[in-house]
């Protein structure tokens, strides 16, 4: 007798009401723990129960059938008696059946934000039968977008009586950076720099997905200004040459929360030469230059 699947979200450790959120942390967190690797001793069981209850809890269509029907050994679901009833039929034509396909096998790999723009190859673990497991390469291609599934013909458990294997449908997940952001074949990022810089121009450590590069900031560069590098995004495709996207930086403006006697006398006497003090009595006096500074990088 086959054993009866445990609930999903008791699996994962979560609330029916638990957001996609919280289903993704509690399954890093159960993913790092039972990993065959970390853990050999049930032969992969707990690591594969885990990535059969976040495949369906993380997949929003999955989780809402899932949520109405149970799974097949739900006693409360719908699924239960059509299983009953197949289960019956079997049960009648047994000895007529010689040959079962195998069953397919869903995977959710995450892999980074620097992985997923250049591509990267990752060992998995798949149940190979009900008690064994093997290890399979992926290749993940240059590109790959967050939420990409990958099915591979014949990769799944082997299939009875000299029927075919089942499939291995691998469900990617790019995990967020820390300062980029992907837009199609683009890259974004944004980088402050300080009010002297964008008055008077500067050169600047700028991060890429190939590490830094120096940017000129052009004198009087005003806040929000986007500033594009070719050939810096995502690859297109694999190899040195591939055709690839573009790096955008939005530039911001740090405002400086205190000032030195010193600095706030050359600001103000930068005021007084650009005539921020000086006006015709008939018009009205224009904000002081530090205020019309903060005005403008509140904006």
């Keep these: 007798m086959a054993r009866r699947k445990r609930d ?42 885990i990535n059969e ?16 029907w149970g799974h097949a050994d739900d006693p409360g679901g719908l699924s239960a008696v059509v299983d009953a009833a197949q289960d019956l039929i079997d049960d009648l034509f047994r000895r007529r059946r010689t ?10 790999l995450e892999i980074t934000f620097e992985e997923a723009a ?40 082997p299939g009875r009586g000299g029927a075919a294997a089942g499939d291995l449908h691998v469900n990617i997940r790019v995990a967020e950076h820390a300062q980029f952001r992907r837009d199609g074949v683009d890259v974004h990022s944004d980088h402050t720099i300080t009010f002297t810089q964008a008055a008077l121009g500067a050169v600047i450590d700028l991060p890429t997905l190939d590490g ?38 939005h530039v911001q403006l740090e405002v400086p929360t205190e000032l030195t006697p010193r600095q706030r006398e050359l600001l103000e006497e930068l005021a007084r030469i650009s005539g921020e003090t000086d006006h015709p009595a008939n018009e009205p006096p224009k904000k002081r230059l530090l205020d019309r500074v903060r005005s403008l990088l509140d904006e």
């Design 99 to 108: 040959k079962q396909r195998g069953r397919d096998v869903r995977y959710t």
């Design 212 to 249: 830094p590069v120096k940017m000129r900031i052009p004198d009087g560069t005003q806040p929000g200004r986007v500033f594009r590098i070719r050939g810096r995004g995502i690859p297109q495709a694999a190899g040195k040459n591939a055709p690839r996207g573009d790096h955008l930086v």
């Design 53 to 68: 209850a976040y495949a369906v809890l993380s997949d929003r269509d999955a989780r809402a059938r899932y949520d109405r």
């Design 8 to 49: 999903y979200y008791a699996v994962l450790g979560v609330e029916r009401s638990a957001t996609e959120g919280d289903i993704k942390r509690a399954f890093r967190e159960l993913a790092r723990r039972h990993h065959p690797d970390v853990n050999p001793a049930d032969g992969g069981e707990a690591f594969r129960e």
């Design 118 to 157: 250049f591509g990267t190859s990752k060992t998995i673990t798949i149940p190979a039968g009900e008690t064994a497991t093997r290890d399979f390469t992926l290749v993940v291609a240059p590109g790959t977008k967050d939420g990409e599934t990958r099915k591979l013909r014949g990769e799944g458990e």
